[in-house]
């Protein structure tokens, strides 16, 4: 599926993944994948300052007359939407933080996937052994075989 991703994509799977939400099993982050719709990453975002100067500049998120501009503390503004939003800034640059979409989960195991994403072919699992069954393999096991019928001798026949 990273295959798939144009590089911006990957850098918003890579911000995702850093935000540090559905990260915490290779099912997360599959379903991460089909879910980047849930984070909004900002790439040239690199601090509270830059933060506010995009909200305000790019996203039109606050309306400032062009003669208070200069008075405006940007910073702070941008401080107080990373601790609102509870955004996360990214070593290397960029900001990345979720838009409170809800989070679906396409993939729950190794049924779903589909056959052009399959590199190996499992076998299906056997159906399960009764106990008994098991007991007395086990105990098959655990009979020594004769000496006779020994391929190679004991340890105390080896002399």
Known sequence: MLDDMDDGELEKFAAAVAYGEYT???????????????YEFYPEVEDEESLGYYYIDELSALEIPEHLANYFDYEAYGRDIYLDNGGVFIDGGGYVEHNH??????????????DE???????????????????????KMMIPTPAAERLTPAIEERG
């Open 24 to 38: 915490s099993s290779v099912k997360d982050l599959i379903n991460l994948t089909d879910n980047l719709d849930n």
């Open 101 to 114: 979409d809800r989070f679906i989960e396409h993939y729950g195991g190794r049924d779903d996937i589909p």
């Open 117 to 139: 994403y399959r590199v190996f072919a499992y076998p299906d699992p056997p159906d399960k052994m009764p106990i008994k069954q098991q007991l007395e393999m086990f105990a």
